[in-house]
């Protein structure tokens, strides 16, 4: 009879926290119930392995999924100590396994201490001593009597030679040797590639061959390449100019609200609502002197890589801007947010623009490419309410005119308005054979219509001979600009053209209200040749240019990404290596 394994904990949600779930699974010790994770959202996945909280929630989630033990899987060894010590400061008798992969080599005598992860191919020759919280990654070798002390790593493929004593919370990074009777201080960095023939002290970095010391350290200084995107980041080129990764809904809105004009599709809200499992919203940060750029975006891993990518909500995103476009010169936006994409492994980026901010191209400017996708149609709210109507299409205003003497117009404000609405657009989605993506769950409904970031309003149509509620619109606006989101019609009752109606009737209100734009949108695609886009275009010939920001980051490995997926390469699809799962999940 097989035993029943223990519960335990994954503390971490990225790449590096993949390879030590990988080893837990092949040494099949545990039963990993779940990770836990400060930066990325509640339920994101990993590996089939979703994140239940943070280390703050330990006490419930212990008792909900039944584990005292767990492992720390980051692999920065100073963030891993501050990890530690969050723990023990929530749970002081919280317990720590060890992960070793079963084709590691681990010799007679060697002494491994708790919560150190030992990975594939990595070998520990006899009498060698392994302190706590240590790793020695793919590949590294740790050759007899060697020491080395807690929260310490090798790197894939360093080489310690026999007798080298390694201090605490240092790093041997990238392919270094470091020969036979060898001392390295505490929080000292070893370079890559770098070969250590002498002793190197405490807080020190050390680079080439021979290694040689070119600088001294503070504790916790940063010296991976990459660092967590999903953390909150800032770096600096100079004093004037910063780029900072907000994640976090307090300080998205308090963002947009100091740059003010933003859309429904730029706020945090819409993006948790539009993210897809696997997403992670996020939004770029840019400062320099009186000018301020907002990017916002859904970044997402590609699956089988240690690389990245992000992508755009659905609708009209892009960045949005607080600056004089006049004197606007973007070279030093390009340098940042280049370099922040390259550092943290992105290897392109997508990106549907907003036809009613004139920044965006300026601030894209020569940073990959702006395609014209097509028009989108605009109803122009300045204008006298009368002159609106005047450019209708005679055979609309016929239309509205019937619409309004058999239907009345009632807000949706009870949720049983709610629901009807809801029936009503799934039976049109039904009715043109919408892709799955278009049928939305009750909970994306119910937290639009309930959000703060924007103010959702649902039309209804009621046909007066029947009483029922026949059609519906729903319609977002934010900052002077309404967005017409969702609509559906009853089958039986297309010929009264109620959608028509509660068009023209949110013109109305807007108007009253003091808003500028009316965005009915473009045809399918972005078309603005087909019979979508006929029908919005009847309401107004106002067209705004919609365009796409396409950019890749890492040509190499977007090339080797496409070839690697057999895809055609003449597709206008972007990124062309999402082309085949993308359309999966659309279908």
């Known amino acids: ?65 039944n584990f005292k033990a767990g492992i720390i899987a980051i692999g920065d060894n100073w963030i891993r100590r501050q990890m530690y010590d969050k723990i023990v400061s929530v749970i002081p008798e919280f317990e720590f396994i060890t992960a070793i992969h079963p084709m590691a080599s681990i010799g007679r005598n060697v002494k491994v201490g708790k919560g150190t992860v030992i990975m594939p191919g990595a070998i520990a020759n006899i009498d060698c001593q392994i302190g706590d919280f240590c790793i020695l990654n793919t590949k590294s070798s740790l050759d007899h009597d060697s020491v080395i002390h807690k929260f310490s790593s090798l790197a894939p493929d360093a080489t310690v030679g026999g007798n080298v004593k390694i201090g605490a919370y240092s790093a041997i990074c990238l392919g270094a040797r470091v020969i036979q009777d060898i001392t390295i201080g505490k929080h000292s960095v070893i370079g890559a590639a770098a070969m250590v023939n002498r002793d190197i002290g405490d807080y020190k970095m050390a680079y ?50 100091e740059i003010e004009a933003y859309d429904f599709y730029h706020t945090y809200d819409y993006h948790t609502l539009s993210k897809s499992e696997n997403e992670i919203p996020i939004l770029i940060k840019y400062t320099e002197k009186d000018t301020m750029i907002a990017l916002p975006l859904l970044v997402r891993d590609i699956q089988g890589t240690n690389y990245k990518d992000a992508t755009s909500v659905y609708g009209y995103a892009g960045p949005i801007c607080k600056c004089d476009l006049k004197s606007f010169d973007n070279r030093n936006f390009k340098k940042s947010l280049i370099e922040y994409f390259i550092k943290n492994n992105f290897v392109s980026i997508f990106s549907r623009l907003n036809p009613f901010f004139t920044c ?41 005119n019937k619409a309004r003497r058999m239907c009345s117009i009632k807000k949706a404000i009870t949720q049983n308005d709610i629901d009807e609405f809801k029936a009503i657009y799934f039976e049109n989605m039904d ?55 969702l609509s559906g019609t009853k089958n039986d009752f297309l010929h009264l053209t109620p959608t028509k109606l509660l068009i023209d009737e949110m013109r109305l209100i807007a108007s009253q209200r003091g808003c500028k734009f009316f965005n009915l949108g473009g045809g399918l695609g972005g078309s603005d040749n087909d019979s979508l886009f006929n029908f919005k ?29 057999g895809v055609n390469s003449e597709s206008d699809f972007f990124p062309l290596y999402r082309s085949l799962e993308d359309l999966n999940i659309s279908l």
């Not at 959202?41 to 280390?55: A, D, R, S």
């Not at 350290?217 to 990764?245: D, M, P, W």
């Not at 309401?539 to 990404?561: A, G, H, R």
Request: charged letters at 25%; one cysteine or more.
């Open 360 to 400: 965006q191209n300026e601030a894209l400017k020569g940073i990959g490419s702006i395609y014209h996708q097509g028009k989108v149609v605009n109803i122009n709210l300045l204008q006298d309410c009368n002159i609106q109507r005047q450019n209708y299409q005679s055979r609309l205003k016929t239309h509205i």
């Open 208 to 257: 080439g061959v021979p290694a040689k010391v070119i600088k001294s350290i503070k504790q916790g200084e940063k010296y991976l390449y990459h660092v967590e995107y999903f953390a909150k980041e800032k770096f600096s080129t100079t004093n004037q100019i910063n780029l900072e990764v907000i994640t976090g809904k307090t300080g998205w809105d308090n963002l947009l609200k």
């Open 431 to 485: 009715r043109v054979h919408a892709k799955r993506y278009y049928y939305f769950s009750d909970a994306y409904f119910n937290k639009i219509i309930n959000s703060d970031d924007f103010e959702s309003e649902i039309l209804l149509a009621i046909d007066n001979e029947t009483g029922q509620t026949i059609a519906g619109c729903q319609f977002i606006l934010t900052n002077g600009i309404v967005q017409y989101h």
């Open 537 to 565: 275009s009847s309401f107004s010939k106002d067209f705004k240019e919609f365009d796409l920001w396409k950019f890749i980051v890492n040509e190499e490995i977007y090339n080797e990404l496409v070839l690697k997926k």
């Open 1 to 65: 009879m097989e035993t029943q394994k223990e519960n335990i904990i994954v503390f971490g949600a990225s790449g590096h926290a993949k390879v030590v779930i990988d080893i837990i699974e092949k040494e099949n010790k545990y039963t990993i119930v779940g990770l836990i994770d400060s930066f990325k959202p509640k339920n994101y996945t990993i590996l089939n392995y979703k994140i239940l909280g943070t280390e703050n929630d330990l006490p419930i989630l212990m008792k909900e999924f």
